[in-house]
């Protein structure tokens, strides 16, 4: 099933195929840029196939002006992690008034960051595993034991702003604690532990904005001994994809309006993919976190579930871009709306 356009994002830039030309950001200069360099190489060659003078923009070896200077009209996030995908390069394009793909400023800097996440799941009234966030001063020998009798064993210790993985330890002894924090710090000056979900993992896709955003297929992850890592994620094969999930269809729902509430609740806008864990006990999903430019690798899940869709990759590609836009513009036209709906 592919989504027409007009039902993904009723907020989007003009594009004409015909004019325009598209910068699509990859690499970057956070952990993560050799997967977005292995993103963004597919989605170029997914775009020039569908026609669309595209080119390749790494911001880590060229100039933001040159996004300017060079007559770009619409720009392709095939970023990940920081100075990507965190609002900085969205401001940056804002304060240029160039539309690109994906969530806004403020929609971005939230998604990045798993903790400030959570308070606004928490606060909506969403399921997400119970956790204990420490800034580097909280991060004392004596408070870092406590963590184990708050959350008990097995725990999840991670950097909050970090994505495929990175810095992620399972912790199931006590003396592996200290071991983890000091790898999760290496990334991040602050820390996020997690209560263990143990169960399924699953994640589910989700295109489109506000009243028109729309779940894709639900993914079941089936990894080695568990292990979802960065190795396994993107550079073996041992990983086994489900979709369809093989979940009933009562529980693959649920999960889509827990992802689409989860997704909304943020604010994020043009597409985006919830992670999430089934508790194997009583199969209630927790949300994990939200990516706001997942990957699009050979390995990734937004194509695969896109596809399960009867959506190719390249049409997948130009979905997403037709649907570029501008946080300005989504307030002149929620403005516009508001207006037109007051009473005479």
């Not at 595209?54 to 911001?59: I, L, S, T």
């Not at 300017?68 to 920081?82: C, N």
């Not at 970090?162 to 330890?169: C, F, L, R, W």
């Not at 909304?264 to 089934?278: E, H, K, T, V």
Request: charged fraction near 20%.
């Amino acid at each position: 099933m592919t989504l027409p356009i007009s039902q993904q994002n009723s907020v989007t830039s003009a594009f004409d195929i015909k004019t325009a030309k598209v910068a699509v950001m990859m690499g970057g200069s956070s952990a993560e840029r050799e997967i977005s360099l292995m993103s963004g190489n597919g989605v170029l060659d997914a775009l020039k196939a569908k026609g669309v003078n595209a080119f390749a923009f790494d911001p880590a070896k060229q100039s933001l002006e040159e996004i300017k200077q060079q007559g770009f009209t619409q720009v392709f996030i095939a970023l990940h992690g920081r100075h990507g995908e965190d609002g900085t390069i969205q401001g940056a394009l804002e304060l240029m008034g160039i539309p690109y793909t994906g969530s806004g400023v403020m929609a971005s800097a939230i998604a990045m960051d798993k903790h400030m996440t959570k308070q606004i799941w928490l606060a909506s009234g969403l399921s997400t595993p119970r956790s204990v966030y420490l800034k580097p001063h909280e991060q004392t020998h004596v408070r870092i034991k406590q963590i184990v009798d708050e959350l008990e064993l097995p725990l999840m210790v991670k950097p909050p702003r970090e994505g495929s993985s990175i810095g992620i330890t399972k912790v199931q002894r006590e003396d592996e604690l200290e071991r983890a924090v000091k790898e999760a710090t290496k990334f991040d000056p602050e820390l996020l532990c997690e209560t263990f979900i143990e169960g399924p993992e699953v994640t589910c896709p989700i295109i489109g904005t506000g009243p028109n955003a729309k779940c894709l297929p639900v993914i079941r992850i089936e990894a080695p001994q568990g292990a979802y890592d960065y190795q396994n994620k993107y550079f073996t094969d041992d990983v086994k994809y489900h979709c369809p999930s093989g979940l009933s269809a009562e529980l693959e729902k649920e999960i889509q309006d827990l992802a689409l509430r989860a997704y909304l609740a943020l604010g994020c806008r043009g597409w985006g993919r919830a992670d999430l864990m089934i508790r194997a006990q009583d199969s209630k999903p927790f949300l994990l976190e939200m990516n706001t430019s997942p990957g699009m690798t050979s390995h990734s899940l937004v194509p695969m579930s896109a596809k399960a869709s009867g959506i190719s990759y390249e049409d997948l590609c130009l979905q997403i871009l037709m649907a570029a836009t501008n946080d300005t513009k989504v307030a002149k036209t929620a403005d516009k709306n508001h207006h037109q709906e007051m009473p005479a």
